[in-house]
C-alpha cells in the first residue's frame, strides 16, 4: 500500500511493516539457566574469596588467591552479564585486548623498576 506524504512523495507501508519486523526479529534471548549457573559460580567463587580470610592464609597465597577468584568474577561477569560470549571476536577483542595491553605494560615496569632500583645503588651508593 502507498500513501503520499505532505511533500509529495509516495511512502510504501508495506515495506515499513517489513523492515520493523525483521529488526525485532533479530533480538536475542538467553536461557535464564545460563544466569542462574553464573549467579551460583559467582557466589561459590565469592564464598571462596571470603574462606581466604575466615582460614588467616597470609603473605603471596593470599593476595594470589583473592586476585585469581577477582579476575574469575570479573570475567564470568563480563562474559555472560555484559553479552560478550555472545558478541562478535572483533568487539570482543576491541574492549578486552586494551586491558591486558596495560596490565603487560605494568608488568614490564615492575621488572624495570627493580633493574632501575639497581643501577642506581650501584652508580650512586646507598638507598634511597
Known amino acids: 500500500m502507498t500513501?503520499?506524504?505532505?511533500?509529495?512523495?509516495a511512502h510504501d507501508r508495506g515495506h515499513e511493516q517489513t523492515v520493523a519486523h525483521v529488526s525485532t526479529?533479530?533480538?536475542?534471548?538467553h536461557p535464564i539457566r545460563v544466569y542462574l549457573i553464573?549467579?551460583?559460580?559467582?557466589?561459590?567463587?565469592?564464598?571462596?574469596s571470603y574462606l581466604v580470610d575466615y582460614v588467616?592464609?597470609?603473605g603471596i597465597l593470599r593476595w594470589s588467591l583473592i586476585l585469581i577468584f577477582m579476575v574469575l568474577k570479573a570475567g564470568l561477569i563480563v562474559a555472560v552479564f555484559m553479552h560478550m560470549m555472545w558478541e562478535?571476536?572483533?568487539?570482543?577483542?576491541a574492549?578486552?585486548?586494551p586491558p591486558v595491553a596495560v596490565l603487560v605494560f605494568v608488568a614490564i615496569m615492575v621488572f624495570e623498576s627493580d633493574y632501575t632500583a639497581l643501577m642506581r645503588m650501584t652508580f650512586f651508593g646507598g638507598g634511597p
Open 95 to 97: 574492549i578486552l585486548l
Open 56 to 58: 588467616h592464609l597470609q
Open 38 to 48: 553464573v549467579w551460583g559460580w559467582l557466589f561459590v567463587l565469592s564464598a571462596c
Open 25 to 29: 526479529d533479530q533480538h536475542q534471548e
Open 3 to 9: 500513501d503520499t506524504t505532505a511533500n509529495g512523495h
Open 88 to 93: 562478535r571476536p572483533a568487539l570482543s577483542y
